[in-house]
């Protein structure tokens, strides 16, 4: 893993902690916030020994990896989180586990504002 520093530019290699819950995994979105911290969106499943569908253990879910840890930061379910100021971001939520789109939000201090369906990715200028 690379943990790179926004504002000076400078990076370094290190290892990654674990996310939690093992199982089955998906990284469904994996960026960098503007501190230079390393974010993921992650869903968990666990299978039965005896087969059939998985069980979800974990929805999608924000979480930031924070000296070698990874924490939670939105418990989801989501599909996509950006910042977009010092108190705001962006947020593709409402979907059900397995969904490819979902409904973009503008939140400002915990309060969304609806923006658009059926969104599936979220791109900002960095």
Same mark, same amino acid.
Do not use: F, K, Q
């Given at each position: 893993?690379?943990?790179?520093?926004?504002?000076? @530019?400078?990076?370094?290699?290190?290892?990654?902690?674990?996310?939690?819950?093992?199982?089955?995994?998906?990284?469904?979105?994996?960026?960098?916030?503007?501190? @230079?911290?390393?974010?993921?969106?992650?869903?968990?499943?666990?299978?039965?020994?005896?087969?059939?569908?998985?069980?979800?253990?974990?929805?999608?879910?924000?979480?930031?990896?924070?000296?070698?840890?990874?924490?939670?930061?939105?418990?989801?379910?989501? +599909?996509?989180?950006?910042?977009?100021?010092?108190?705001?971001?962006?947020?593709?939520? @409402?979907?059900?586990? @397995?969904?490819?789109?979902?409904? +973009?939000?503008?939140?400002?201090?915990?309060?969304?504002?609806?923006?658009?369906?059926?969104?599936?990715?979220?791109?900002?200028?960095?």
């Amino acid at each position: 893993m690379v943990e790179a520093d926004a504002a000076t @530019g400078a990076s370094r290699t290190g290892p990654v902690g674990e996310l939690p819950d093992g199982g089955g995994s998906t990284v469904r979105d994996l960026w960098y916030d503007p501190e @230079g911290r390393l974010n993921a969106i992650y869903a968990a499943w666990a299978c039965a020994a005896s087969g059939g569908d998985p069980t979800p253990v974990r929805p999608a879910s924000h979480w930031r990896l924070d000296g070698g840890r990874w924490v939670l930061v939105d418990a989801g379910p989501l +599909l996509a989180s950006r910042p977009i100021g010092e108190a705001a971001r962006l947020v593709v939520a @409402g979907l059900d586990e @397995g969904a490819r789109s979902g409904t +973009l939000h503008v939140e400002v201090d915990n309060r969304r504002t609806e923006v658009a369906t059926e969104v599936s990715a979220i791109a900002v200028a960095g």
